[in-house]
């Protein structure tokens, strides 16, 4: 008889994992608490507009393929995915733009223009530089192993290489040996908040997601992200794994430290050989009654988000698909989420309007628009009378970074916020990256893929080891299949 697999959430990564352990001959059970699978990754649809509720971009596509090439697919010709070039148009306070192309030669005379010294083009070389080398270093290392794994010797001479000064230390302080304009700097201090964290608290290593993204490039999904999560489905279904939605789990049963299998809130019980677990690490730790998971505490979240999603009764010409407009006072914007833990006065707002590449998304002669502000997770109370006051705060900054004022043509707005997060994807405070990547330990020493308590217990997603974003999800399913599929 095939060995039984339950994977708890039907997230990018648990549907990563039950592709690639069906492969493998398990017999795979998905057990999925909402309505639809997805996790993060979702779609919200009204009056025939739709939107990503999650991700907007994706990274290495290749990562994708990987995984589609296990069913036989080709993820480049099946999800035809575009690449967005230029990747962001970014709106600075003192009223400059700079077009983020990914073509370097182009980026390189637009930065020049905008800051009026060569300076800065020497500094994005060299700070590139040193990303590559640390995604070259992840690649042999963090990418494809647990942390706690023995390293190879090819392992040792790759840390020996690594950029050690500006790596290991603090990523704003990486950033502004190699920035000298106020412009340059705001653009890749926002790094870090790609895994819901502060610039100030990170570690350089994360100079490797701006490399990632200009090798790699930004990649759209026709039809929406979720077009991936759909098609992942049918794989799935296809494979044999059991699907079980709207079954929520109340407990990991098991015989002294030896899962034998999971307890729905409706008291049905799934076998199970090994349980893998595709929610938040702290869903498992009261699953088990403490015995496995992690528990953080309130400030060891990554952040969250507020987000509106905007049905518009026209098109708005002349604007990107994706545009970011930064605040006034950046560091005092990360000083009141991080430190004061409250939403900021004068936010910096990311602005994804998918409809000027992709006119499915909303009704002919319309626009989807979204708009996504850092929040800290869980600690303000958000009323609906603060939602409001947010939404001001947002219009106020959008108007003074010269954007159009899109409530003017709204057919209706609706709104997600930090409880919201937490209610729909049983996110602790609404977190969205889980553990925060902050200092050495946040950066490395994720939860790890295997529970050092109970045998047959793994984790994936964005939680758990080598961290958040939609590349690294699926990395976690790769390691995570094999170690399970070990013989």
Known sequence: MNKKVVIIGA????????????????????????????????????????FDTGPSLITLPHVFDRLFN??????????????????????????????????????AREIERVTGSIDDVKGLYRFLKMGAKLFELSEKTFFQSTPMSRPTFE???????????????SYDKAVRRHFKSSQMRQIFQRYPTYVGASPHRSMGTLALIPYMELAFGGWYVPGGLYRIVEELVLMATRAGVQMEMSTRVSQIQMEGKRVT????????FYDADVVVSNADPASVFDFTDGVAGTKLKAEEHSMSGFVMLLGLDRKVEGLRHHTVCFSGDYDREFKQIIDEQRFPDDPTVYVNIPTVTDDSMAPSGK????????????????????????AQRIRKRLASSGMPDFMEHAR???????????????????????RVAHGWGGTFLRPPLKDPQVQDLFYVGGGTHPGGGTPTVLLSAEIVSGMVGKP
């Not at 036989?72 to 003192?94: A, C, H, M, N, W």
């Not at 626009?367 to 996504?372: K, T």
């Open 11 to 50: 997230g990018l990564g648990g549907l990563a994992t039950a592709i690639r352990l069906s492969s493998l001959g398990w017999e795979v059970t998905v057990v999925e608490q909402g309505s639809r699978p997805g996790g993060k990754l979702n779609r919200f649809s009204h009056l025939g507009y739709t």
């Open 70 to 107: 296990v069913c036989g697919s080709d993820f480049y010709k099946l999800i035809k995915p575009l690449q967005i070039d230029p990747l962001f148009e970014y709106r600075f306070d003192v009223g400059d733009r700079l077009t983020y192309s990914s073509d370097l030669p182009e980026l």
């Open 155 to 169: 392992d040792l001479k790759s840390l020996l290489s690594a950029p050690k000064l500006h790596a290991w230390g």
């Open 261 to 268: 299998g999971v307890v729905s809130t409706s008291g049905q």
């Open 367 to 390: 626009e989807s628009v979204f708009l996504m502000a850092n929040a800290p997770a869980g600690s303000q109370v958000w009323t609906r009378e603060f939602e409001l006051e947010a």
């Open 412 to 434: 209706f707005v609706e709104y997600w916020n930090p409880a919201r997060f937490e209610r729909e994807y049983s996110s602790p405070r609404g977190s969205i990256y889980g």
